[in-house]
């Protein structure tokens, strides 16, 4: 199968809440949607990356400026018999995940649209309800957080992820925890932590106990096996994760106990399915990790959860809790109480809303043009 034309868009988006992480307040989202035409086909994928680079160096523009400079040119250029041969088609280009990531996502929607494929079964996972959690940011106050979770037990997610930095952590926690004894609760530091506060960690399981989702930046591999070693509470690696020599780093070291699988940071959807079934290999159970993507990365993200190894509720709650509106046509809506399921169609499921993506599209480029 040969692609002809690759159409880049900068998608924008209002969001129905302001959200906060640690590290900005965001109001709008705005995310890079790759369209690949093959003839008469035309499949899409949408880039995971950010537009700010803190989660990670990568961001739309630097996805955008790889995919014009350096990833159009293989992908237009090789037949592909299979999705998992785009990755190979980009490996003299260094890092880079999301950009080839968002290319051949697009690609394994286009292959699976051609075999009349729902994605979940090209990536060989089944038909399935999944589970789903719910994210709380960090908020001005303990009432907030407190009312904000409450909302999302009450909708079914039945795992809460609580973002924590240092000074909004335990208090937090304890709370969110005594609250909703039933509920997994996942504190997700984004790698606020640094080597001194290990000690300050390791106690946090005698208040609250939850999992705590990569408390230290990504190479800090000591520091993550150090604090494995003096708490109960699982460690979750994330950002730690970006192919699978960390996976081993993490198994040899072990560094933690549970991974966050994210396709756009791994650099696609085969490599995001080696790192699932080497950590069902070792024992380490996954959940699907998710950057508030629109509906084709969401529903992408459901695909992928629908694998036998993804034994945690996923990054994958309904549309409707981030966004005002969406571009494709069936938004993801919960299918029962903190469950979403993959749609029977192809590729992804369901089709692009065309009237709403020109409607948000803010910047778009055709290759070639
Ligand atoms: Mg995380």
């Not at 899409?44 to 961001?59: D, N």
């Not at 697009?106 to 996972?125: E, H, I, K, N, T």
Request: charged letters at 25%; glycine letters at 10%.
């Amino acid at each position: 199968m040969k692609v002809d034309r690759i159409i880049l868009r900068f998608v924008r988006i209002p969001l129905k809440f302001e959200f906060q992480n640690r590290w900005q307040r965001i109001r709008d989202w705005t995310k890079l949607i790759v369209e690949l035409r093959s003839g008469d086909l035309v499949g899409y994928g949408e880039c995971t990356a950010m537009e700010t680079p803190y989660y990670s160096y990568e961001t739309i523009d630097t996805a955008w400026w790889v995919i014009t400079r350096w990833l159009a040119e293989p992908m237009l250029r090789c037949q592909f018999g299979h999705p998992a041969e785009v990755t190979e088609a980009f490996r003299l280009i260094n890092g880079h995940h999301e950009g080839k990531a968002a290319l051949e996502c697009a690609f394994w929607d286009l292959w699976s649209r051609a075999g009349s494929l729902p994605l979940y079964q090209a990536v060989g996972g089944q038909r399935r309800p999944v589970r789903s959690g719910a994210t709380v940011g960090i908020q001005d106050d303990l009432e907030t957080a407190l009312r904000l979770a409450g909302s999302a037990v009450e909708a079914g997610y039945e795992r809460l992820k609580i973002k924590i930095k240092p000074g909004w952590d335990r208090e937090l926690l304890a709370a969110v925890r005594a609250a909703f004894p039933r509920v997994t609760i996942l504190g997700d530091a984004n790698g606020a932590y640094g080597e001194g506060d290990i000690g300050w960690l390791a106690g946090l399981e005698k208040f609250a106990p939850i999992i705590i989702e990569q408390p230290f930046p990504a190479g800090a591999w000591t520091h993550f096996a150090s604090l494995q070693a003096r708490t109960c509470t699982p460690i979750c690696l994330d950002e730690s994760i970006s192919g699978l020599e960390d996976l081993e780093q993490m198994i040899q070291l072990q560094a933690g106990r549970l991974v966050n699988l994210k396709i756009g940071r791994v650099g696609g959807i085969r490599d995001a399915i080696r790192i699932h079934d080497r950590c069902a290999e070792a024992g380490i159970p996954v959940f699907v990790g998710s950057k508030a993507e629109m509906g084709i990365g969401r529903w992408v993200n459901i695909a992928l959860a629908t694998l036998d190894n993804v034994r945690y509720p996923s990054d994958v709650p309904a549309s409707d809790r981030y966004f005002v509106s969406e571009i494709v046509r069936d938004p993801v809506i919960l299918s029962g109480p903190g469950l979403v399921e993959p749609l029977p169609g192809p590729g992804f499921g369901t089709e692009i809303d065309s009237a709403n993506l020109s409607k948000y599209t803010v910047r778009s480029l055709s290759i070639p043009d």
